[in-house]
């Protein structure tokens, strides 16, 4: 027996389906005897009502949406921040959407507008940002992953970049590296302000100017070939170079590999060094990474209460969380070479 719609339970209690839609959600311009006739109905056919329907008419989704545009395959960090805010969602009885696609002015309001979602997450933050802008200046209930370089009344979390590159600066220093190169994401992500990579690179000019030793930078696209190319060009620049900080987890072994065919033996030679990994990347390579871990899972849920709370509690202060960094060293650094 196929299930019953509202329109079955209309024809059945010989009303309108608006009539039935206002019953269902319990408006009060119903006649109690018309009332009565339709809830008998519904009971007698076992209608049930479709719960997000029910939410739409009541001006309420119950929806929240993580916006994360993706131009390339989902990596591990993404999907660690779906599994984490998805939880939470199902946790407080919210509906949870995914957006990966990249939006425009009028594609984000009408998220609003179309009353699909009520209020969303914004990941891939930059210093200057337009979504977050657009969504200050209309009022609309929203949180970061990240953050932009006014933010004092946003709610947001983010990882401590800065505090990060400190961290593995300060571990490899400690084992005795005086040379160490710097993997910065490419060129027009720094000139365009993203966050996470100008907070990372500020840091560590800042560390090793602060240590009297020399800046060695190249970029990278973070795939192997391009941290393969990166790596090579730092040791061909600065042969006696000991060590490398990548700013990101992926195209680590073609790091390794640059060392490798370079003449040089992770550890024992040269030290490889991530301040923003995933922990199933770090674990992924040979020798084991020593490297900052992104808590992905954990952020994705704080955003995700952050962002329910905003829409149910109107005294709700703005909330900032700055993730603490969390070192974990393993088998890819080494004292420096005597």
């Given at each position: 027996?196929?299930?019953?719609?509202?329109?079955?339970?209309?024809?059945?209690?010989?009303?309108?389906?608006?009539?039935?839609?206002?019953?269902?959600?319990?408006?009060?311009?119903?006649?109690?005897?018309?009332?009565?006739?339709?809830?008998?109905?519904?009971?007698?056919?076992?209608?049930?009502?479709?719960?997000?329907?029910?939410?739409?008419?009541?001006?309420?989704?119950?929806?929240?949406?993580?916006?994360?545009?993706?131009?390339?395959?989902?990596?591990?960090?993404?999907?660690?921040?779906?599994?984490?805010?998805?939880?939470?969602?199902?946790?407080?009885?919210?509906?949870?959407?995914?957006?990966?696609?990249?939006?425009s002015r009028d594609d984000l309001r009408?998220?609003?507008?179309?009353?699909?979602?009520?209020?969303?997450i914004l990941m891939e933050i930059y210093?200057?940002?337009?979504?977050?802008?657009?969504?200050?200046?209309?009022?609309?209930?929203?949180?970061?992953?990240?953050?932009?370089?006014?933010?004092?009344?946003?709610?947001?979390?983010?990882?401590?970049?800065?505090?990060?590159?400190?961290?593995?600066?300060?571990?490899?220093?400690?084992?005795?590296?005086?040379?160490?190169?710097?993997?910065?994401?490419?060129?027009?992500?720094?000139?365009?302000?993203?966050?996470?990579?100008?907070?990372?690179?500020?840091?560590?000019?800042?560390?090793?100017?602060?240590?009297?030793?020399?800046?060695?930078?190249?970029?990278?696209?973070?795939?192997?070939?391009?941290?393969?190319?990166?790596?090579?060009?730092?040791?061909?620049?600065?042969?006696?170079?000991?060590?490398?900080?990548?700013?990101?987890?992926?195209?680590?072994?073609?790091?390794?590999?640059?060392?490798?065919?370079?003449?040089?033996?992770?550890?024992?030679?040269?030290?490889?060094?991530?301040?923003?990994?995933?922990?199933?990347?770090?674990?992924?390579?040979?020798?084991?990474?020593?490297?900052?871990?992104?808590?992905?899972?954990?952020?994705?849920?704080?955003?995700?209460r952050m962002l329910i709370r905003l829409?149910?509690?109107?005294?709700?202060?703005?909330?900032?969380?700055?993730?603490?960094?969390?070192?974990?060293?393993?088998?890819?650094?080494?004292?420096?070479?005597?």
């Amino acid at each position: 027996m196929k299930d019953n719609s509202i329109i079955d339970i209309a024809r059945a209690s010989r009303v309108s389906v608006s009539t039935v839609s206002r019953v269902v959600n319990n408006r009060s311009d119903v006649s109690e005897a018309t009332r009565k006739r339709v809830l008998g109905v519904i009971r007698r056919m076992g209608y049930v009502p479709h719960p997000h329907a029910q939410r739409l008419a009541s001006g309420t989704s119950d929806t929240i949406a993580l916006v994360y545009p993706v131009t390339g395959a989902a990596d591990y960090i993404l999907l660690d921040f779906i599994l984490g805010a998805s939880a939470v969602a199902e946790q407080k009885r919210f509906f949870f959407n995914l957006v990966t696609r990249s939006l425009s002015r009028d594609d984000l309001r009408s998220i609003y507008r179309s009353r699909h979602v009520d209020g969303v997450i914004l990941m891939e933050i930059y210093l200057a940002d337009w979504r977050v802008d657009l969504l200050r200046r209309a009022g609309l209930p929203f949180v970061m992953i990240g953050r932009t370089s006014d933010c004092d009344d946003l709610c947001y979390v983010d990882p401590d970049f800065n505090g990060a590159v400190t961290a593995v600066i300060d571990h490899l220093f400690g084992l005795g590296h005086r040379r160490i190169g710097f993997i910065q994401p490419p060129a027009p992500l720094m000139a365009e302000g993203y966050g996470p990579a100008v907070r990372q690179t500020e840091a560590y000019v800042r560390c090793v100017k602060d240590r009297g030793l020399p800046e060695l930078i190249a970029q990278s696209d973070f795939s192997y070939v391009g941290s393969y190319r990166a790596t090579t060009a730092l040791l061909n620049a600065e042969p006696h170079m000991t060590a490398v900080v990548s700013s990101g987890g992926d195209g680590v072994a073609g790091i390794i590999e640059a060392a490798h065919d370079a003449g040089r033996r992770v550890p024992e030679d040269f030290s490889v060094v991530s301040s923003s990994c995933a922990e199933r990347v770090a674990m992924s390579v040979t020798p084991a990474l020593t490297a900052v871990t992104i808590e992905s899972a954990l952020m994705g849920s704080i955003a995700a209460r952050m962002l329910i709370r905003l829409l149910k509690d109107r005294s709700y202060e703005p909330e900032q969380v700055l993730r603490p960094p969390v070192l974990v060293v393993r088998s890819s650094t080494a004292p420096a070479p005597g």
